[in-house]
């Protein structure tokens, strides 16, 4: 059973447009929440993260929204550009325990020019 | 080093055999993970070590996974008699191991079992 959801396994964005992305998840003890980027034959990089003490968190040009209530999280691309275009993974993790990052499947970004 | 790194970039093997899939950590992260990423799916979690002790190994699929970390940094992850459904790209990961820190991905094995 997938604790974190991301149900649209693909997107496509016109360059200059805002591109939502998003995540739901099913485990309420779940309090970090953390956006990667991929892009092909390379390993995920680290991209924005939230703490479940926080609806919004914003760094330039990505912000991530937290509802906790609904158990979801959506990550912000404005203004897209064709650079941001890979798969876009969600994870989720307990501050306490072991910290292991539960990712979701992955939404694959295209950003047209 | 400045990052994670993974050996080797890819490996194509024959069905049955052994194979090794070496990860090396950024320096003084005390945690480390592995993950693959079948085609087509997301990153399945494997195991977690927190210095050279694994508290966790609940993803790892079956008795013929195993994996290993010395001095407190490089790890070891070995799949004996390899199956075609093994093929994946193995990803390694390291992180400071607090609860809010990040983990860095290396750039991942991409193992091909024929």
């Known amino acids: 059973d997938q604790q974190v959801k991301q149900n649209s396994p693909s997107l496509s964005v016109q360059e200059g447009r805002i591109s939502i992305l998003n995540c739901d998840y099913t485990?309420?003890?779940?309090?970090?929440f953390l956006w990667y980027k991929k892009y092909p034959a390379e390993g995920p990089t680290f991209l924005i993260s939230?703490?479940?003490?926080?609806d919004k968190n914003e760094d330039g040009r990505f912000t991530v929204f937290l509802n906790k209530s609904a158990k979801h999280l959506s990550l912000h691309i404005v203004p897209s550009q064709p650079g941001d275009s890979a798969v876009y993974f969600c994870a989720a993790k307990t501050s306490g325990g072991s910290y292991i990052p539960t990712f979701g499947r992955g939404t694959s970004l295209i950003v047209h020019p | 080093g400045a990052g994670v790194s993974q050996s080797p970039s890819n490996k194509v093997t024959e069905k049955g055999k052994d194979v090794e899939l070496r990860c090396d950590p950024i320096s003084g992260h005390t945690a480390l993970y592995w993950y693959r990423q079948r085609l087509g799916q997301g990153l399945e979690f494997l195991i977690y070590f927190q210095g050279n002790s694994a508290p966790d190994k609940s993803g790892l699929p079956s008795d013929r996974f195993s994996a290993e970390r010395t001095g407190e940094s490089v790890s070891t992850l070995t799949i004996q008699r390899t199956q075609q459904e093994d093929s994946a790209v193995y990803l390694c990961?390291?992180?400071?191991?607090?609860?809010?820190?990040?983990?860095?991905f290396g750039q991942g094995t991409r193992l091909t079992v024929v």
């Open positions: 939230i703490s479940s003490i926080k």
């Open positions: 990961a390291s992180s400071r191991g607090q609860g809010s820190a990040e983990a860095f």
């Open positions: 485990n309420s003890m779940f309090d970090y």
